[in-house]
């Protein structure tokens, strides 16, 4: 199996992304997040998960291998496919899967698309005692240097091409409606803030 890629960046998609290793480009679909951030020629190393099928092979990429490893636990949930699977991590960070699941919440699995409401019951139900604790640490952090989070993602969003002022507002937005982990956290309200910018990267550079 296929358990991590590290190379260089040929072109990206909204959700995937394809890396050259020793010549050969791989295709590999990864969460948004992901996706945003790689640029075109620079190097990426991602942990990797190989589906097997009779018409097709699909890789599946994370940055994180805690990730990599909640990933291949919603594929055991009945209803949960690797495309399902790789829009709950995209659209959910560790710490909020394992807090919804910790309080047998499905609301947040159902924004998801493709995740149904008895599919979305179901991980609820079915994670339980399979992920570890939402971490206090990443609060306790943010709490401390709430600024140095904020700067961080607006350098982020900036650098992804958006100009300054948009950066700023986008992110201070952002902040406003988020819950106190994700405030805390620069991965969470990068993901909050280019969510609601949108995939377009005005002046910035393209895959």
Do not use: C
Not at 70 to 96: E, M, N, R
Not at 122 to 130: C, S, V
Not at 148 to 159: S, Y
């Amino acid at each position: 199996m296929i358990s991590t890629l590290r190379g260089t960046v040929l072109h990206t998609g909204s959700d995937s992304v394809i890396v050259e290793v020793g010549g050969v480009g791989f295709s590999v679909a990864v969460p948004v997040d992901v996706a945003r951030i790689a640029r075109q020629g620079e190097e990426l190393f991602l942990h990797t998960h190989l589906i097997v099928r009779e018409d097709q092979l699909a890789l599946f990429g994370f940055a994180e291998r805690e990730e990599l490893e909640v990933f291949a636990i919603l594929l055991g949930v009945t209803g949960v496919g690797p495309k399902s699977a790789l829009g709950v991590l995209s659209g959910l960070t560790i710490d909020q899967i394992a807090e919804a699941v910790a309080n047998e919440d499905d609301k947040p699995f159902r924004k998801v698309s493709g995740i149904g409401p008895k599919t979305a019951k179901l991980i609820a139900l079915q994670l339980q005692g399979r992920l570890a604790p939402p971490s206090p640490a990443a609060a306790a952090r943010g709490a401390a240097a709430p600024d140095a989070v904020l700067a961080q993602v607006t350098q982020a969003v900036a650098g992804l091409g958006w100009p300054e002022r948009v950066a700023v507002d986008a992110v201070a937005s952002a902040a406003e409606t988020a819950s106190d982990a994700d405030r805390a956290s620069v991965p969470a309200l990068l993901r909050l803030t280019l969510a609601a910018l949108g995939p377009a990267q005005p002046g910035g550079p393209r895959g």
